[in-house]
């Protein structure tokens, strides 16, 4: 049997937090939001217990090694003071960490359905074209292999309807609430409410999916415009400029006898940029790379 210490905490701490569970309702969203598999209560009571082993952890590890790093007694005041400081330091720590995991799961999950966010949608409109059944569509969607968030989202809908028994229109809003995507929310939404008011899913797919084409091509049109920016930055600096002034070290080299700038040589200067200054700016544009839209 796998191990799961989550239970093991739920079944110390379970009676002693019946009053603090409310308290943790945005983590019991976002547990949902990030398909994080673990029952609520037991979450809570495991993110309790981890803080009072770190706290217990940091006091006791900090009492023992204190006095020999900063030497001073073991029980003075001083360790007492400083190994508590470093126990409230390790739970907080450890609180911050698990009560920010699913929000962080939930982020993760977001991402991959915004890139494949046009696909979905011209899947979707692709088959309400074809008279497919609107629980087959979903069905088929849950079945989507290469795109796992994709598929956990739309898999939730068929499990509520399959085992629970919901209804799909129903299920389909539920889980809608509960996608970390807003855009896919929206258009699950706007699916639902279009069946009701008795309107085309098809059109209403149709509409959306060029719509999303259409924002996602001024995206990568901006994001190419940029890139060309970024482009001419890099060959300025890491190409034009790196040139300039080897050539102009070399000749204040060649000129001045060696002598260079603030007390160093042109050669010193000479390596300072060859394996310091391009590195660094290098570092820089990749940072700055990284940041734009994949």
Same mark, same amino acid.
């Given at each position: &049997? ?15 937090? %019946? $009053?603090?569970?409310? !308290? ?6 976002? &547990? $949902?939001?990030? *398909? ?35 030497? =001073? ?20 720590? %450890? ?7 699913? /929000? ?59 085992? =629970? ?19 896919? !929310? ?7 409410? %279009?069946? !009701?008011?008795? *309107? ?5 797919? $149709? ?8 924002? !996602? ?38 000129? /001045?006898?060696?002598?260079?700038? *603030? *007390? ?31």
């Amino acid at each position: &049997m796998k191990f799961e210490p989550w239970l093991k905490a739920y079944d110390l701490l379970n009676k002693k937090l %019946t $009053k603090v569970y409310p !308290r943790f309702e945005e983590v019991h969203v976002s &547990m $949902k939001k990030g *398909g994080v598999f673990i029952a609520f209560k037991a979450y809570v009571a495991f993110m309790m217990l981890m803080t009072m082993v770190a706290f217990v952890a940091g006091m006791v590890v900090s009492f023992v090694l204190l006095p020999f790093l900063l030497h =001073f007694p073991h029980l003075s005041a001083n360790n007492f003071l400083f190994s508590l400081i470093i126990g409230v330091a390790a739970s907080t720590i %450890t609180m911050f960490a698990m009560y920010s995991y699913p /929000g962080m799961k939930a982020s993760n999950r977001k991402k991959p359905i915004d890139n494949n966010l046009p696909y979905i949608a011209n899947f979707l409109t692709l088959l309400s074209s074809s008279n497919v059944p609107p629980s087959m569509i979903f069905k088929s969607m849950a079945k989507i292999d290469t795109l796992t968030p994709v598929k956990l989202e739309f898999g939730n809908i068929v499990r509520d309807v399959e085992v =629970f028994g919901s209804d799909l229109m129903t299920s389909i809003v539920d889980n809608a609430k509960l996608t970390p995507n807003p855009e896919l !929310r929206e258009i699950l939404l706007g699916y639902v409410a %279009t069946v !009701r008011t008795g *309107g085309s899913p098809t059109e209403y797919l $149709k509409v959306i999916s060029n719509q999303i084409t259409k924002e !996602r091509i001024s995206k990568l049109d901006l994001m190419l415009e940029s890139l060309s920016a970024m482009a001419e930055i890099y060959i300025m600096v890491l190409v034009a400029t790196p040139l300039l002034f080897v050539v102009l070290f070399a000749t204040l080299g060649m000129i /001045g006898g060696g002598a260079g700038f *603030g *007390g160093l040589s042109m050669g010193t200067l000479l390596y300072l940029l060859t394996y310091l200054g391009i590195p660094v700016m290098g570092a820089i544009m990749m940072v700055m790379l990284s940041t734009f839209e994949k």
